[in-house]
C-alpha cells in the first residue's frame, strides 16, 4: 500500500470530527456529493459482504499465510495478475491508447513465456512494469457518467458506471472462458483479497462507522484522474 493509500484511507475512514486532520486527497469534495441509490440496501449488502469475508474469505487466508512462504504468495499474485492483463490491452486500445495497448500485449506475452505463466514478472526486469487499466477507465475516460453509489455482492463499493464496467469485464471473461470464468473469479477474488486484507482491517480499525469510512474511502478515489484512481483501486480493495 503506498503512502498516498494510506493518507487516503485515514482521511476518509477517520470520524468527521477527527477526519479534517488528515491529508486530504484534493480541495474538492464534489465527488463526495453523489447520490446513493439505496442506502438500507447498500447497508445490507455491506454486512453481507463482510459476513462473507469473515466466515470464508479469512480462514481462507489465514490459512494460505500460514502455510506458504512470501515468494510463493508473490508469485500467485504475479500469475493473477499476468492473467488480467488482456483487459489492460482492451482497454487501452478502447481509450485509444495505442501505445499503452503495445506495451501491456509485450507484457502479457513475456511474462506468459518466460514467466512461467506469470508467476514471475520478467516483463517488469526488462523495462515494462505493470499498468492497470480496467473498463471502468474506458467509462471514464470518455466521460460517462458516475451515477448513484452503490455496493455490490462480494465485489463491494462502486458507481453505477464502474459497476456496469466491471459487468463488461465478467462479460468478455466468460466469451473466453465459457463456464471456466466462475472457478476463475472465485479464486482470483480471492487472490486479490489476500492482497488487501491488511489495507481492508486497517480502514475498519480506524472507522466509527465501517459502511461509512467504506463509502468515503472509495469516493475519495473520484477525486482522482480515471488512470490514477483504478490503480489506487487495486491497492485498497479487491476487485
Known amino acids: 500500500m503506498t503512502a498516498a493509500a494510506v493518507a487516503l484511507a485515514a482521511g476518509a475512514m477517520l470520524s468527521p470530527m477527527t477526519a479534517s486532520a488528515a491529508p486530504a486527497a484534493a480541495p474538492d ?31 481462507v487466508a489465514a490459512a494460505y499465510n ?36 503495445k506495451q501491456s500485449s509485450i507484457r502479457f506475452a513475456v511474462n506468459t513465456t518466460y514467466g512461467m505463466g506469470g508467476v514471475v514478472d520478467r516483463a517488469t526486469e526488462m523495462g515494462y512494469p505493470r499498468e492497470v487499466r480496467t473498463f471502468d477507465d474506458v467509462l471514464c475516460t470518455y466521460g460517462a457518467p458516475r451515477g448513484s453509489y452503490v455496493v455490490l455482492p462480494v465485489l463491494g463499493p462502486s458507481t453505477i458506471r464502474d459497476a456496469a464496467g466491471r459487468m463488461a469485464t465478467m462479460v468478455l471473461q466468460y466469451g473466453v472462458l465459457g463456464s471456466y470464468m466462475i472457478p476463475y473469479r472465485i479464486l482470483d477474488y480471492t487472490a486479490q483479497y489476500i492482497d488487501v486484507r491488511d489495507q481492508l482491517k486497517f480502514m475498519e480499525r480506524v472507522s466509527v462507522d465501517p459502511y461509512a469510512g467504506q463509502k468515503a474511502a472509495y469516493l475519495q478515489l473520484q477525486r482522482i484522474a480515471c488512470i490514477e484512481k483504478s490503480a489506487m483501486e487495486e491497492k485498497l480493495f479487491a476487485r
Open 29 to 59: 469534495d464534489s465527488a463526495l456529493q453523489i447520490p446513493e441509490l439505496n442506502e438500507p440496501l447498500n447497508r445490507a449488502i455491506f454486512s453481507f459482504n463482510r459476513t462473507i469475508q469473515q466466515w470464508v474469505m479469512e480462514p
Open 66 to 101: 500460514e502455510h506458504t512462504t512470501p515468494p510463493f504468495r508473490q508469485g500467485v499474485s504475479n500469475a493473477f495478475a499476468n492473467l488480467r492483463e488482456p483487459i489492460t490491452v482492451v482497454s487501452n486500445a478502447l481509450r485509444g491508447d495505442w501505445e499503452g495497448a
